[in-house]
């Protein structure tokens, strides 16, 4: 039985005052147990939040990180730093942070096997762009990705990675994938991880679907035998869709 989780990635948006009165305001309504709830905060805000979120179930997680310990890396985090903090997911390779910041399969790679090593749980997202929809390729880059991104990692460690399929063309544009494309990809994706660690590792690892979601199309996707959650951006900053999504 997986887990069904759903992770806000609020992207770069609330200050730290906005953020606690957020997170205030989804600890008004009790939150389905039975799925995980993850909020994915700018770096600044993950100890205030870590905070507001005490004696709730929601997780923490951070948006991006470095994959070295410390060292001259001006500008960026450590998954020490995050680690003292207490995040327990860090999104690795969100397509904007590969559109505006170079991120490159290696370097996921690379932050992948960091964060497994401090027990900080990576989602790690994959995604075509609408070219490579409109010409087909959507699998083939996808395939790319995913088998780049779990180069080197051990088999031990798949049920820790949460892989979000996130198609580029449906981020904050408000198109999203229907219910069967999305789960037609998950699919695949539970596929290749079956081809390169078997069985147990496709049955356990949890596949997001990521692209405009929103609460009145969470149960449709949730519905699907491959999707077991939902990484979202827009809806995510609102209290009440939040809630919405994570009782779809
Ligand atoms: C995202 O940030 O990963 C995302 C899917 O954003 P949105 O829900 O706004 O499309």
Known sequence: MRLPIIAGNWKMNNTILKSTLLIDEIKKSSLNK??????????????????????????????????????????????????????????????????YFNETDETVNKKI???????IKPIV????TLEERENE????????????????IDNKNIKDIVIAYEPIWAIGTGKTASSDDANQM???????????????????IRIQYGGSVKPNTIKELMEKEDIDGALVGGAS???????KLVNY
């Not at 395939?143 to 080197?152: G, M, R, S, T, Y």
């Not at 900053?237 to 809630?243: H, P, R, T, W």
Request: glycine fraction near 10%; hydrophobic fraction near 35%.
């Open 113 to 119: 096997k960091t964060a497994l090593k401090y027990d």
């Open 237 to 243: 900053l609102v209290a009440e869709d939040f809630v």
């Open 186 to 204: 998950c699919g695949f994706i539970r596929g290749i991880i079956g081809d390169k660690y078997g069985k147990e590792a496709k049955d356990n």
């Open 125 to 128: 997202c994959v995604g075509e």
């Open 34 to 99: 039975d799925v995980e709830a993850v909020v994915c905060v700018p770096f600044t805000n993950l100890s205030d939040v870590k905070k507001a979120i005490e004696g709730t179930d929601i997780k923490l997680g951070a948006q991006n990180m470095h994959w070295e310990d410390n060292g001259a890396y001006t500008g960026e985090i450590s998954p020490l730093m995050l680690k003292e903090i207490g995040i327990d997911y860090c999104i690795i390779g969100h397509s904007e942070r590969r559109q």
């Open 137 to 152: 390729r959507q699998e083939e880059v996808v395939k790319e990705q995913v088998l780049k991104a779990l180069e080197d």
